[in-house]
């Protein structure tokens, strides 16, 4: 098992320049999500996913886009990039779509600069 | 928003001795984890306590949970430089987890 795999590990863009950041996971996970980690905070839930077909909005969703057409796949695009964006993202996945008494699998992070 | 709160923000401590931090939350919830992030890296679960359990041990680790205080502390005993690391705890609800901004662990050998 790979768990969750994240790509790429760093990333510059330009302001309004647009990307995908990549996660997927191999452990038939049915809960996926993205989070932002910046200095002095702690992790913000971007976007998840409960399900092939099924997103939600996190706390922080203004600017990025989901889609989960798999179960092993959750990417998160980012539509038109801001410096605001800057910050290092990680997905991350749990069996059960229901309930938080699961633990979390994360991937190992994407580290993104918006110039 | 931000639940969770560890203290303190920053802790070192020599190779072998215990390291005790702190998390405070808001509102009720249904179980609180604990995550390890070594530097550059993604993080890894530690041990998840639910609200009807006061204590729980994993190896080197224990952790406690007072719901009427709003607060868990994790106490890692006979600390190794393996060890320095970010400490965050997550508290949970529903779908979501609300995290803290994370206790850094400093063991000097």
């Known amino acids: 098992n790979a768990g969750v795999t994240q790509t790429p590990k760093f990333q510059v863009l330009k302001t309004?320049?647009?990307?995908?950041?990549?996660?997927?996971?191999d452990m038939n996970h049915e809960y996926m999500s993205w989070y932002r980690q910046d200095p002095g905070?702690?992790?913000?839930?971007?976007?998840y996913s409960v399900g092939a077909g099924i997103t939600d909005?996190?706390?922080v969703p203004?600017?990025?886009?989901?889609?989960?057409?798999t179960t092993e796949d959750f990417p998160l695009r980012l539509l038109s990039a801001a410096p605001s964006q800057t910050?290092?993202?990680?997905?991350?996945?749990?069996?059960?779509?229901?309930?938080?008494?699961?633990?979390?699998?994360?991937?190992?992070?994407t580290q993104l600069s918006v110039l | 928003s931000q639940q969770g709160e560890e203290d303190p923000q920053?802790?070192?401590?020599?190779?072998?001795?215990?390291?005790?931090?702190n998390c405070s939350y808001k509102t009720s919830i249904n179980n609180l984890q604990w995550y390890r992030q070594n530097s550059g890296r993604g993080l890894v679960h530690l041990i998840l306590i639910r609200s009807n359990e006061r204590e729980k041990h994993s190896g080197r680790l224990r952790v406690t949970l007072d719901t009427s205080k709003k607060s868990s502390s994790l106490l890692?005993?006979?600390?190794?430089?393996a060890d320095t690391?970010?400490?965050?705890?997550?508290?949970?609800?529903?779908?979501?987890?609300?995290w803290g901004a994370g206790t850094k662990l400093i063991i000097k050998p």
Do not use: P, W
């Open chain 1, 87 to 109: 910050s290092v993202y990680f997905c991350a996945s749990r069996h059960d779509r229901g309930s938080t008494n699961e633990k979390l699998f994360f991937g190992s992070g």
């Open chain 1, 57 to 59: 909005q996190g706390e």
């Open chain 2, 76 to 81: 890692i005993t006979a600390s190794r430089a």
């Open chain 1, 16 to 25: 309004g320049q647009s990307m995908t950041l990549q996660c997927a996971q």
């Open chain 2, 85 to 98: 690391a970010s400490y965050f705890c997550a508290t949970g609800s529903n779908y979501q987890l609300i």
């Open chain 1, 41 to 47: 905070m702690g992790l913000r839930l971007i976007h």
């Open chain 1, 62 to 69: 203004n600017g990025y886009n989901v889609s989960r057409s």
């Open chain 2, 10 to 21: 920053a802790l070192s401590i020599q190779e072998g001795e215990n390291a005790t931090m």
